[in-house]
């Protein structure tokens, strides 16, 4: 077998020109791909050319280049199949089409069902006084239960949490359960807030649908933009959940292993892969990271490197890229020997970072703030080199 001694791609999410985070502050971080999407078009419409080419142009001004789209997000109608999906996954493949036209080859995108990733707070205090992302089961119930007020919310806690639910409840003001909410329905910068009206209507929608529903139209999508990936060279990379298990009484179908060999396997093309993001799945108490790696690796196409830290209740915060649950060096480790085997490098980013140092007096991003993701990423690509030695 040829070995390519070459390393992985180090990327990083740029939200475009409102991103506080400048183009230059990335190259200082190291990187060299941009992960980047159009979050002012409205999830369903097309991406026009002349949009994408606009994005593209900005980038490559500062030297750097657009490696991996995310997301181009899924429209809701197609997640439910509702009578007009045909029309929206007709959108979705010409966007797909005029980004093949710029060049830009690996997409991102989820099927979680209605909201992206949830947490409960976005500021839980380290021990080193940095700010990091914060889901919690007791927090969650409040919303669940006192908020969004979901009818069968009751049956989905144990008597315990509902006990203390209540007691924190009573003792919370109006702001705080403001910030809850806010927290726990934060989208993407610049694209729509979901409002607890449609979020109940969603819940239900899809109570009907359930996981066997949501797999199906998955594969459904799958299969009807497959000609269009394999003629143009796009991978699709699938986000796992986040968290990996079900919320809000919502289904969930990208959480395991199990459910990720489910997903290659019924549509069984190499444009059908995976970003292997070790944060969603590494909050999934029985997921085994290196196990799941091993198993899908080839159709890995994009890495989100990222460390949970879980308690017992289920509970996790988001740790340094190095601490954490997730054994860095023995899924660094296992990465660097796939990366060897590829014609091109796997591209990888590092999610999230904790908000730090001068970031701790700016209006940031959550998650995205510039130098805690700088000092992943020096940490990660450092893990990386120490491996493979390709200095
Ligand atoms: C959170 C991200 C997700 C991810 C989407 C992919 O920080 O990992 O928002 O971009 O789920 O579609």
């Known amino acids: 077998m040829n070995l390519r001694k070459h390393k992985l791609l180090q990327t990083w999410r740029w939200y475009g020109p409102i991103d506080p985070v400048t183009l230059q502050d990335v190259k200082q971080a190291g990187a060299t791909g941009i992960v980047s999407a159009l979050h002012h078009i ?8 002349a949009d994408i080419e606009d994005r593209k142009a900005i980038i490559e001004a500062s030297g750097l280049h657009w490696a991996v789209v995310e997301s181009v997000p899924v429209h809701e109608a197609i997640k439910t199949r509702r009578s007009d ?28 069902p209605v909201l992206d990733w949830t947490r409960t707070q976005l500021d839980l205090t380290m021990a080193d006084g940095s700010k990091a992302l914060y889901f919690n089961w007791l927090e969650l119930a409040v919303f669940d239960l006192f908020i969004l007020k979901r009818e069968g919310a009751d049956a989905d806690y144990t008597e315990d949490i509902k006990s203390r639910a209540k007691t924190r409840f009573a003792t919370m003001d109006t702001d705080e359960l403001n910030e ?23 819940i239900d929608e899809y109570k009907t649908i359930g996981r066997e529903g949501l797999k199906n139209n998955l594969a459904y999508f799958l299969n009807k933009i497959a000609a269009v990936c394999e003629e143009t060279g796009i991978n699709m990379t699938i986000h796992p959940d986040d968290p990996p298990y079900a919320i809000l009484g919502l289904p969930r179908i ?73 054994n860095m060096y023995e899924i660094m480790k296992a990465v660097v020997a796939e990366n060897e085997l590829r014609e091109e490098p796997i591209p990888f980013r590092p999610d999230h970072g904790h908000q730090m140092l001068d970031d701790l007096n700016k209006v940031t991003n959550p998650g995205y703030s510039a130098i805690g993701r700088l000092r ?4 990660l690509r450092g893990l990386e080199l120490g491996i493979s030695g390709n200095y």
């Open 42 to 49: 409205p999830h369903g419409e097309i991406w026009p050319l």
């Open 85 to 112: 999906a045909d029309k929206y996954i007709e959108n979705y493949k010409i966007t797909l089409r005029n980004l093949a036209q710029c060049g830009i080859k690996t997409v991102c995108y989820n099927f979680m």
């Open 180 to 202: 809850l909410k806010v927290n726990v329905l934060m989208g993407i910068p610049n694209e729509k807030e979901i409002e607890l009206e449609a979020l109940r209507a969603s």
């Open 254 to 326: 990208v959480s395991t292993k199990d459910d990720l060999l489910d997903i290659l396997k019924r549509v069984d093309r190499p444009f059908n892969g995976i970003c292997f993001c070790t944060g969603s799945l590494g909050a999934g108490a029985s997921n085994n990271l290196s196990e799941i790696f091993d198993a899908v690796k080839e159709r890995v196409y994009f890495l989100h490197l990222r460390n949970v830290t879980k308690d017992e209740a289920g509970n996790f915060y988001e740790a340094d890229h190095l601490g954490g649950d997730v």
């Open 376 to 379: 992943g990423l020096a940490e």
